[in-house]
């Protein structure tokens, strides 16, 4: 068996575990949420929101972007490089802190929220733990079985700790301390399965040539922030936490229903294209393959959360929500925009072009922040139709720099579409008659009939692209058996 043939395989039935991944902390997950925003305010999901897009940011911060370029190195270089980086993530987590603490009050008043200050000083001590370079170990050696234990962490713990506090009244509380309780646990169990683990030694001159390899990343994961942080805050400051709170909860359900389906290509993708970087012809074939699936299921997800926003909502939200239901229709088309390009930051990252993902994404903040400041105060419903426009100029200007770099040309995407999106269209049709047939969605019977839906419109998807692209489904399908079914 040849090296590509081995690395296909092993990359195929790693795909197993990051669908389970994302398949629980994207379903049965979820439902701890559900479970919560019949619980809780709408303002509570925005505080949470706004203090962990401060969070994340710190989380950018202190990696450097050394997880990921270990996952890049050979193994001798890692081993060399180990115990500095991960002392000094740790070291800098702890100065990012203490910076933190003292500036909460003034973050607070750009979220006009003095509640802030608290939960954003309470949540930012789960940034002292060095989380994302245990994790990059793993994934360099696939163990996506082992990364598997994570989600199940993540879909147990929040809901153990959030759903019995937010009954006693605890209110956004039960979201900070659910977060919390479910990164510490993560840091144990990535800190035990280490086949190697940090040492206290500290190497300055490996430390400060790796940080060189990382700038363009580092550089890239400060940029690539701001999508969504930097939406979390406009809305926040602009709409107050009520409105985030909306925004937040309808943005993560559409990256739930995504996720399920084609986000866990990305983890496996990266480590795939880094390993096939020094092989051009396979490796652009590689990234052309996974987009077409991509946007194969991707296609059909968006034109289904669009039509069927109004059921979920009346299901799922109470009143409380009002206006949900809208943000998530807006939002089903912006993530079908976002999936047409979402593993080429990976791929350039691969082939050492991070420099470019870190000007994309700059050259992204300076237009459309602006355009969002300026829509903020028009509303959540012009805000988020705002967001459509700036994504589909998003994408115009990456597949630009992909013919560029990796020789894809443009008329690729017409094609790796074209057949899903007729197939998309019937069912579309499909859905809007149903529903439009079907009498008020209410629970329980609702949930049968919004399934039913669902999987009638499923198949009929599946029995177009059959007829039209056999080909092409069948080599999904044979990807999946071998993923799901073989040993």
Known sequence: MTNFSQIKKKTIKSVKWTFLTELLNRSIGPLTTLILVRILLPENFGLFAGAAAIVILIE?????????????????????????????????????????????????SFYQSPAMINVLRVLALETLLPISLLRALEQKKFNFNKLFI?????????????????????????????????????????????????????????????????????????????????????????????????????????AMVFGIVVGHSLPVSYSLFSKLQTQKIIFKKTVMNITQMIVFFSLPLGMGTFLLARPITSLFFNQKWFGIEFIIALLGIRFVLIQFLIIMPEALR?????????????????????????????????????TIAVTFFDNLIFAYILKKTLQIPFIFYY??????????LILGSIIYLITKLSSDFIFPWGIIKLVSIIVVAIFAYLAFEQFFEPKFTKKILRNLKLAFVRN
């Open 415 to 424: 094609r790796a579409s074209l057949w899903p999106l007729v197939g998309t």
């Open 350 to 386: 691969a082939i050492g072009r991070a420099d470019l993902n870190a000007k994309l994404y700059l050259l992204g903040i300076i237009y459309s922040i602006p355009i969002y400041i300026l829509a903020a105060p028009h509303g959540l419903k012009f805000f988020t139709l705002i």
């Open 60 to 108: 950018s911060l202190h990696d450097f972007g050394l997880s990921r370029t270990l996952i890049k190195i050979n193994q001798r270089r890692l081993n060399q490089s180990l115990d500095s980086a991960f002392w000094t993530m740790v070291i800098f987590s702890l100065i990012l802190y203490i910076l933190v603490f003292f500036l909460a009050p003034y973050i607070a």
């Open 150 to 254: 994570i989600q199940i962490i993540s879909i147990i713990v929040p809901g153990i700790i959030g759903i019995p506090l937010a009954l006693l009244k605890f209110g956004v509380w039960s979201l900070v301390y659910g977060y919390l309780a479910t990164s510490l646990f993560i840091f144990i169990y990535l800190f035990i399965i280490a086949e190697r683990r940090p040492k206290f030694k500290f190497d300055f001159k490996k430390i400060r040539n790796l940080i060189k390899i990382s700038s363009w990343i580092f550089a890239e994961n400060i940029f690539v922030w701001f999508f969504p942080y930097g939406e979390f805050l406009i809305i926040g400051h602009y709409l107050g936490p009520n409105n985030l709170g909306i925004y937040q909860i309808a943005y993560a359900f559409l």
